[in-house]
């Protein structure tokens, strides 16, 4: 009588070598951290929204110029896209499965979050230093 040699692994053995455990942890725990900031800072900006509802463009562009709002819309802008990124790539770890278009979409969303974050803190820095 043969026995496949598989049959009498255990589930430990048929695990080793597939990689790493540790980084599962980290990345819930970025994304929780992100969606909890973007709770409270959604809640100033919305606010910050609502109270410049009919003002001028000179008033809502001083009121970005101030450097507690500046510094805060540029807090949002990072959270958020750092959020999204997170987001995107557990989408695509879960749904893709060609290695290749992972690899595509991987590099796509690092680089479209990372460009869209960075043009917008680099408006609300010309913003705040009146350019």
Not at 12 to 25: H, I, M, P, Q
Not at 53 to 69: E, H, K, L
Not at 115 to 120: D, E, G, I, N, V
Request: glycine share 6%; hydrophobic share 55%; charged share 10%.
């Amino acid at each position: 009588m043969s026995f496949p040699s598989n049959r009498l692994r255990t589930p430990l053995k048929n695990a080793r070598g597939l990689g790493s455990a540790k980084d599962g942890t980290h990345h819930f725990v970025l994304q929780r951290i992100t969606a909890i900031a973007l709770v409270f800072l959604s809640l100033y900006v919305i606010g910050l929204i609502i109270s410049l509802i009919g003002d001028d463009y000179m008033t809502v562009r001083s009121a970005v110029a101030n450097p507690w709002n500046a510094t805060l819309l540029v807090a949002f802008v990072i959270a958020t896209f750092w959020h999204a990124k997170l987001g995107l790539q557990v989408i695509i770890e879960d749904y893709v499965h060609t290695p290749w278009s992972a690899t595509t979409l991987h590099l796509l969303n690092i680089f479209i979050c990372v460009l869209a974050a960075l043009a917008s803190v680099l408006a609300i820095i010309r913003i705040a230093l009146g350019a």
